[in-house]
């Protein structure tokens, strides 16, 4: 499946941007998909995920209660809503995909076989 990230943008701290993933070539069924994030130097992080039958969402702690992350299967898309957004917000977001992850690898980057191309968040202060 090709993955198409959208929605980045710069937005003032107190904002909020919604992301979108895309899927292309095939379904999006039957996938878990997750959002990491990456600023420049540092590893991709963790940010949310959720398995193929949208029951169980899961999120990296430090950012609970401001983002969630949901699928509409019928138009193929996985969405971030991201409130109240914080200046260490910025950073470059992805998506990924798999239709293997166990639970337990939800948050692993090397479980992911399938990733966007990215979308830049930048936050200002």
């Known amino acids: 499946v090709q993955l198409q990230a959208s929605g980045g943008g710069l937005v003032q701290a107190g904002g909020s941007l919604s992301l979108s993933c895309a899927a292309s070539?095939?379904?999006?069924?039957?996938?878990?998909v997750a959002w990491f994030r990456q600023v420049p130097g540092e590893e991709r992080m963790f940010v949310a995920a959720?398995?193929?039958?949208?029951?169980?969402?899961y999120y990296t702690n430090s950012l609970k209660g401001r983002f969630t992350i949901s699928r509409d299967n019928a138009e193929n898309t996985v969405n971030l809503q991201m409130n109240s957004l914080r200046p260490e917000d910025t950073a470059v977001y992805y998506c990924?995909?798999?239709?293997?992850?166990?639970?337990?690898?939800?948050?692993?980057?090397?479980?992911?076989?399938?990733w966007g191309q990215g979308t830049q968040v930048t936050v200002s202060s």
């Open positions: 990924a995909a798999s239709s293997s992850v166990i639970q337990s690898s939800l948050s692993s980057r090397a479980a992911y076989a399938n």
């Open positions: 070539g095939r379904t999006f069924r039957g996938y878990s």
């Open positions: 959720i398995k193929w039958n949208s029951r169980h969402t």
